[in-house]
């Protein structure tokens, strides 16, 4: 039983083991649908993994495409301190390429990977177990003569025939693997399961005291995070895991869920990460604003309702005593307590003051932007709220490289339709002007995006919410399109809904530009 007098510990176990984390958010979390990043939001997102203390960052799979290889070769070069890995398949010219990308890295690792269940070697490799043992110990060697650190995963480990699991594990390990991965790739395992699969393969593979063993899990199931840490109870001592527990369908576990679990359970989780966890907020709010994925309200440690207590005994106790209905305080994970800021009068000092206390330090020309944005926003809104800030900050950091941008917009609604839009926008720098109708405000707005850049593409979901509350509240509009197969979301905020959907709209053909850019750059490539 815990001892209830004990204030809630945020701070790890002082001679507790060491855990690695391993970020995968630029690469499980990447490859999920719709989540893609742009080569700036990547830099950004590594670069701000990298202050908080990650260990291993999962920049991506270079030989994916030529913009996957290119964020993974720059992530290499400017990150300070933490690992930088790529990821490849066992085909050589994967490991040749992938460590290409890594080794402008201070540290650089190829984690390379190969199916082991009988079901993946059967229907997915078409290769017999002998075949499958062949591969591991070639693309571990071929990768091993390219750096010293090389990390090698089981696909499907947790569906894998325990013997010959452990065959692997040994020859990738003699074959020079650093560190051995067992992906829950599908979500199935539990708890007591994964912890005694580990357990059992640490002690029947005679050599694995020479590796770190990893556990990586995916949330089918809804357990990727006791999935994880019940892996560490078995003897892995890495945990690989994404911001926001963004991945391949459910996800993979999350970070934040991780790292507080650990801090906050010292008791019963005697480890310790690297991990600053003020920045878990910040790194939240980023993740979700370069992908458009919006984070659930009740998500753990980082939902906006994740420290809000509504009901009146709650609220009763919270004022009695904080430890009545908080484990954690929300200055831990980085939440600060004010969220009444600034008006109209704030000047640019103050500005810079504010974004500072919010974790964000932006650059001279950026500053200016997002002040000038502020103020706009401060002349329409009577309060101007710290969420309300994030929100014009993140537009701008996703607006910066935009081909296509909005200038103005005026919009005829009401009863009497058809409803009218009238927009101006600049395409590749020329200003344009167009009026279309429509079967509402929204359909009319579309529709004039629609007569400035002629286009062909799928409104997949339309999504509108209130960033803080009233009516002159911001409104956060959410978008997700789809072209070929291909699908990105984005997300815009404006006190005017049809303002915030028109940039949403334009946000989401922005991506899709990119992506076509980069798709075009590959098969120009061959
Ligand atoms: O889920 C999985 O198996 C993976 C591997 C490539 C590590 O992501
Ligand atoms: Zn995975």
Redesign the pocket.
Known sequence: MTDTTTPPVSAPASKADRVIIFD?TLR?GEQCPGASMTFEEKLEVAALLDEMGVDVIEAGFPIASIGDFESVAEIARRTKNATIAG?SRAALNDIDRCAEAVKHARRGRI?T?LSTSPVHMKYKLQKEPEQVLEMIVASVTRARNHVDDVEW?S???TRTEIDFLCRCVEAAIKAGATTI?I???VGYTTPSEYERLFRTVIERVPNSDKAVFSV?C?DDLGMAVANSLAGLAGGARQI?CTINGIG?RAGNAALEEIVMAINTRADVLPYATGIDATMLTRASKLVSAVTSFPVQYNKAIVGRNAFAHESGIHQDGMLKHTQTYEIMTPESVGVSKTSLVMGKHSGRAAFRDKLKTMGYELGENALNDAFARFKDLADRKKVVYDEDIEALVDQGIAAAHDRIKLISLSVIAGTRGPQRATMKMSVDGEVKTEEAEGNGPVDATFNAIKALVPHNVKLDLYQVHAVTEGTDAQAEVSVRLEENGKAVTARAADPDTLVASAQAYITALNKLQMKRQTLNAQSAAG
């Open positions: 995968t499980d990821l984690h990977f995963s696909e499907d480990g991965n992906p829950d790739t990586h995916h690989e391949e």
